[in-house]
């Protein structure tokens, strides 16, 4: 199962982490294996006590696994002390010296690494290049917006080229548009390093617009991994269906071919192999709202103008909830108490097991 592949970076084999013993004893993570490629942007995604920092910091070397290995390129490195791994990692916190410049303060590891003073210069001058700081090298953190900070860590952390870089929830502090222009930035960096980077978020929208594939956690298991196209469109079971992105569920029973919900209506969606009773999984913007009398009828119980969309939340006979997300200009003028009927985009349902 775990030949040699030159393009992995990173394999994690079996990963069991407990803390304390007895009845005490807390599982951190159970037995989670994940490869991740040489030159991929990695996102470990799910709700805070998961596990995916844990996971981060066992890469790192900062903690010790209870069970399972962690080879990089190959080479197994579970018990290699963390300043021997060629991995950095970059917190939420920046923890930058505030006495030192930036460019001090990017060259600091390639100092402690004992690197000729010319050698040092070079790589920080590049790396400032990188983050696009190359007029900052004498300020001090300080002087600094937090956008800046986080750049000069990544600087700091990209200077002595590592293998591997983790990122451990690095953009939690900073304000939402902030946060968006730093998500196309680490990005970009990723692709014109070519360095491995391993990202950890709660946030989906992070992880859906960075990634090359993810991996979304829960309770200290790996429950998919996929490209962000895949975890969303064909997520395994409601978890990941519920944590990536808005989602709708309606239960239901198979009725031939087609599932009967609630309401009584059938749906005609992809069964595959399911039997018996079913959860449907129905992304908002796959709901359309039509005039009263087609479709399933419903009766809107909110409005909320998104400006370019606007969500209606809606009430079936049976009391099921469902939202929809369409364009503003073409919802028509709706309003709550609206008799409406609603059209389902069956072909894009998923269907889970109940």
Do not use: W
Request: aromatic letters at 6%.
């Amino acid at each position: 199962m775990h030949g040699l592949n030159n393009n992995i970076a990173v394999d994690a084999r079996n990963i069991g982490k407990i803390y304390g013993t007895g009845n005490e004893a807390v599982i951190a993570l159970g037995d989670v294996s994940i490869s991740i490629e040489k030159g991929e942007f990695f996102t470990l995604l799910g709700p805070s006590g998961c596990g995916k920092t844990t996971l981060l910091r066992c890469i790192a070397g900062f903690e010790t696994p209870t069970s399972g290995s962690i080879h990089l390129s190959g080479t197994d490195i579970t018990y290699t002390p963390p300043n021997e791994r060629p991995v950095n990692t970059v917190f939420q916190s920046y923890a930058l010296f505030p006495h030192l410049t930036v460019a001090q303060n990017v060259g600091f590891g390639l100092k402690m690494l004992g690197k000729p003073a010319a050698d040092i210069a070079k790589s920080v001058a590049r790396v400032l290049a990188l983050v696009k700081l190359e007029d900052f090298a004498d300020r001090l953190p300080a002087q600094l917006s937090g956008g800046q900070q986080q750049r000069v860590a990544l600087a700091r952390a990209l200077a002595p080229e590592p293998e591997v870089l983790l990122l451990d929830e690095p953009l939690s502090a900073l304000d939402l548009k902030l946060r968006k222009e730093m998500q196309s930035e680490l990005k970009r960096l990723q692709t014109e390093t070519g360095i491995t980077f391993i990202f950890v978020t709660h946030d989906q929208e992070e992880a859906l617009t960075m990634s090359n594939r993810i991996g979304v956690m829960s309770q200290g298991a790996l429950l998919q991994v996929g490209t962000p196209h895949e975890i969303y469109e064909h997520p395994v079971n409601r978890f990941v269906a519920d944590f990536i992105g808005e989602t709708n569920f309606l239960d239901g029973q198979v009725d031939n071919a087609q599932v009967r919900i609630g309401t009584g209506d059938l749906l005609d969606v992809p069964l595959g192999d399911h039997k018996g009773l079913v959860t449907l999984a129905i992304r908002p913007e796959q709901v359309s709202v039509e005039p009263q009398g087609t479709g399933i009828a419903a009766t809107i119980t909110e409005t909320t103008y998104m400006g370019t969309d606007t969500h209606y939340k809606l009430s079936l006979s049976d009391g099921s909830l469902i939202v929809a997300r369409v364009q503003s200009n073409s919802a028509g003028a709706r309003s709550a108490g609206d008799v409406v009927g609603i059209r389902i985009d069956a072909a894009a349902v998923q269907v889970l097991k109940s």
